[in-house]
């Protein structure tokens, strides 16, 4: 692991689970929340997968991000009501068994005191819907948890690769979570931002602080009037091509309340790496006679 270059950052992934999502009746909000507390530590989002409480498809997007060595975060669906499915999958694509992990025991067991007391009633933590809630602690085997400010209830993380073999033999802590940086893992919490997003901040300042790039990322870009994308685009091929550290981007708009129609282009990438992109990008576009606006840079 090498802290001193963003080669060495892990990827980034974003799961959303819940029919809800995909339905229309609730917006996400977890996509653009993610990729600010990642923008603000100096790292980028690589990919998002949206999937609905549908156990096989969860299973399968699991698998597939277990198997990818990212860094992932899994928004919804680790309650325990019937709609509720992530635990299982989780357990499913690792090919693990599930058990109640006594941290997360003892936090919802503390929990459902709080509310006791709270409202003026008797702990009866043996009553059968308060033994139900317990459910929302059965985690795969060899699980980590993630703290909950909201409600103390917990969220819960596995490493890559963490399959029957190491399961077997880890603590019911599971392992050092200074691995999850090296290995990859996913980390599950709650659909709920108000509980959600604290968590993702702490999973991001917990396990992913050795990668923070903080003024390291760059963009670079030229506001063009007039030009179709098809026509810059073997310029940017160029460019990228002689520049492999960065990446060239387009963004064209129709109705900017400024500039009207035209494309935003340009490169990024480390700070070091953009400055010679960018001028191989101007100088390559100059023999085609393009209209220019403002050059914009932004660095996260």
């Not at 060495?8 to 999502?21: Q, S, W």
């Not at 996509?31 to 980028?44: A, H, M, V, Y």
């Not at 992990?101 to 702990?123: F, N, S």
């Not at 603590?171 to 968590?199: K, L, T, Y």
């Amino acid at each position: 692991m090498n802290a001193e270059s963003p080669a060495a950052a892990p990827k980034f992934g974003l799961i959303i689970v819940g029919d809800e999502i995909l339905s229309g009746k609730r917006a996400d909000k977890h996509l653009p929340k993610w990729i600010d507390l990642l923008g603000e530590r100096g790292l980028q989002l690589a990919w998002a997968e949206y999937v609905g409480d549908d156990p096989a498809r969860i299973t399968d997007v699991l698998r597939r991000a277990f198997a990818s060595g990212d860094v992932v975060m899994s928004c919804g669906g680790i309650g325990a009501t019937p709609d509720d499915h992530t635990r299982q999958c989780a357990a499913a694509a690792l090919g693990v068994p599930l058990e109640l992990h006594p941290e997360a025991r003892a936090l919802i067991l503390e929990r459902m005191r709080d509310v006791a007391l709270e409202k003026g009633l008797p702990y009866e933590p043996e009553r059968a819907d308060n033994q139900h809630r317990l459910n929302m602690g059965v985690f795969p085997q060899g699980a980590r948890i993630i703290p909950n400010p909201y409600n103390k209830i917990p969220g819960f993380y596995v490493l890559s690769g963490a399959g029957p073999s190491q399961a077997a033999k880890a603590p019911s802590g599971g392992s050092d979570p200074r691995e999850a940086g090296e290995r990859g893992g996913i980390f599950f919490v709650p659909g709920f931002p108000v509980m959600a997003w604290p968590m993702m901040a702490w999973v991001l300042d917990t396990y992913c602080s050795a990668w923070f790039r903080r003024d390291a990322w760059q963009e670079k870009s030229v506001i063009i009037f007039g030009a179709m994308e098809a026509t810059l685009t073997p310029v940017m091929e160029r460019v990228e091509a002689a520049h492999p550290q960065v990446r060239v981007f387009s963004l064209p708009s129709v109705d900017h309340p400024e500039w009207g129609v035209h494309i935003d282009l340009g490169v990024k990438g480390p700070v070091a790496a953009v400055p010679a992109a960018y001028n191989d990008l101007r100088q390559w576009l100059a023999p085609m006679n393009l209209s220019y606006g403002p050059e914009l840079v932004r660095n996260t």
